[in-house]
Each structure stands twice: as structure tokens, then as C-alpha cells.
């Protein structure tokens, strides 16, 4: 059985996450395949010094006083209210960090186990269908909006919810990025950090 690592919340992740929220602004974002929303290019070609201080900060809560070599693609990301958003997948890599960064927005994300009935559903087909959605979705009438709603709600009854974290503000999450896990759907435009984490040595 693989051993997943440890998830971990830590409440007031910045000092002043106002000022992280205002270099959001100054970048520029790019509509996403992933979500539906935008995302910036990863951080360590905009803000070096930025990226790396909120990794190390990270792998410093699980390794305390140790310095790690690591890779990292580091995003702000911005996803709109969408139903259609929201499916169960897994991510590449060994870590999965999530800043939340909305105020009062307390849309966060879950964590799901396959139902022991079920073999794991074609993530590359519900994969194709998403991001196929998300790049395109303004080409989208109701009806076939409505046929994705009811297949993203067909793959995500492969699981079951085990863990649930609020988006609180100001709020990282962390997890084993192949754990499956969802976002749950805002209420308004939601702003995150979200950090692939890989290669740690």
C-alpha cells in the first residue's frame, strides 16, 4: 500500500498576505486549462526571491531546520464560480500547497479515497472533457454545460470525501499530490497560491 505524506494546515501562513494579494495584481494571468479561471507563469520566472521563500517556508514545516534542494512550479491562480469545476483528480510530483487568499471566501478543497467498489475511473478521458471545457467553455450552451455537470458529478461518485479544508484566509494547506483531491466551488472569484513541489533532496 503506498504511504502517502503527512497533510498539514497552518493558519496565518504570511506576515502581511495584503502585500502577497498586491503582487498578484501587478502580473499578469492566463486563462487556464486546469480550472475555470486563469493563472499566472510560475513564480520563479516573475518573483525568484517570492518563490523561494514560500517553499522553503513550506518544506520547513515538514523538515524542521533543515535546508532542502527542491523544484517547484509556483502559480497565482484565479478561478471563477463554475459548477463545472471541481473534479476529483491527482497531481504530478511529491507536494501539493494551497495558499488561500480571498477574504472571505471559505471555498477550500478536499480529499477523497477511491470507494473500495470502484477501480479507478479513465483520468485521461474525464481529464480530455475538463480541460477541453475550461478552455472553451464561452462556446458552451446549457445543454452541454449541463452534460458536463452531470459527468463531473458520474467521476466524482468513484469517491469518497475524507478530508475537507475551509479556505480560510491566509491559510496553506499542504498534501501528497497524489492523494486524490478536488477544489470545492467558490462563491465569487477566488484568488490562491498553488505549489507543485517535486525533487526534494
Known amino acids: 500500500m503506498y504511504n502517502f505524506i503527512s497533510s498539514l494546515c497552518e493558519d496565518h501562513f504570511f506576515d502581511d498576505p495584503y502585500k502577497i494579494i498586491k503582487i498578484s495584481n501587478e502580473i499578469n494571468f492566463k486563462k487556464s486549462k486546469y480550472i475555470s479561471g486563469s493563472r499566472s507563469d510560475s513564480l520563479h520566472t516573475i518573483n525568484k526571491s517570492l518563490h523561494n521563500y514560500i517553499n522553503n517556508k513550506i518544506l520547513k514545516i515538514y523538515y524542521k531546520n533543515i535546508d532542502k534542494k527542491f523544484s517547484a512550479n509556483t502559480y497565482f491562480q484565479k478561478s471563477d464560480p463554475d459548477n463545472n469545476d471541481g473534479w ?114
Do not use: W
Open 88 to 201: 476529483v483528480h491527482y497531481d504530478s510530483g511529491t507536494l501539493t500547497a494551497i495558499i488561500y487568499l480571498t477574504p472571505g471566501d471559505t471555498s477550500g478543497t478536499s480529499i477523497f479515497d477511491l470507494k473500495e467498489e470502484f477501480k479507478i475511473p479513465d483520468f485521461k478521458l474525464s481529464g480530455y472533457e475538463k480541460h477541453k471545457y475550461f478552455e472553451n467553455k464561452q462556446k458552451y450552451n446549457e445543454k452541454h454545460k449541463k452534460l458536463v455537470f452531470e459527468n463531473k458529478i458520474k467521476h466524482n461518485n468513484y469517491f469518497s470525501k475524507t478530508i475537507h479544508y475551509e479556505g480560510k484566509f491566509n491559510r496553506m494547506i499542504c498534501f501528497d499530490s497524489n492523494q486524490f483531491h478536488a477544489s470545492e466551488v467558490c462563491n465569487k472569484e477566488r484568488l490562491i497560491l498553488i505549489s507543485f513541489i517535486d525533487d526534494i533532496s
